[in-house]
């Protein structure tokens, strides 16, 4: 069974810090696009960051830009996520993704991505 499983979620106060970590089961994703969506309360779904392949290229939403890090562990089938920085609004589930048709092009389109973890809740106080 092919699975996406995140972890590494919670509560931090504004300003704090959190990685949360996607494995990967049931077929490699090595060789694919992987990346985050997050959903806050009473919003949509919207693209936070994206990592090729090999890692060497990424892409990022505007509103995580220079907060946000995305990095991959092909050896483990593991993508991760760094959070600084965190303030109220990152509050959401966060998503891992895998996107079948692509090893280094990054879109933002939720719907290119083929396979979809259950999420892990970031809570942010002020």
């Known amino acids: 069974q092919v699975q996406l499983v995140e972890s590494g979620g919670g509560l931090v106060q504004a300003g704090g810090s959190l990685r ?7 077929r490699t994703f090595n060789n694919y696009v992987m990346g985050w969506f997050r959903r ?7 693209f936070v960051a994206g990592i090729s392949w090999s890692g060497g290229r990424t892409k990022y939403s505007d509103s995580v830009k220079g907060r ?6 092909n050896a483990k089938n593991t993508v991760f996520l760094q959070m600084n920085s965190l303030k109220p609004e990152d509050t959401a589930d966060y998503y891992c993704v895998a996107d079948l048709h692509s090893s280094l092009i990054i879109t933002t389109d939720q719907y290119e991505y ?5 999420g892990t ?3 942010v106080s002020s």
């Not at 949360?20 to 049931?26: F, I, N």
């Not at 806050?40 to 919207?46: C, T, V």
């Not at 946000?68 to 562990?73: G, P, V």
């Not at 083929?114 to 259950?118: E, I, L, P, R, S």
């Open 40 to 46: 806050a309360p009473g919003k949509e779904r919207e």
């Open 68 to 73: 946000f890090t995305i990095s991959r562990d």
């Open 121 to 123: 809740q970031v809570t």
């Open 114 to 118: 083929d396979y979809w973890g259950q």
């Open 20 to 26: 949360v970590s996607c494995a990967a089961s049931g």
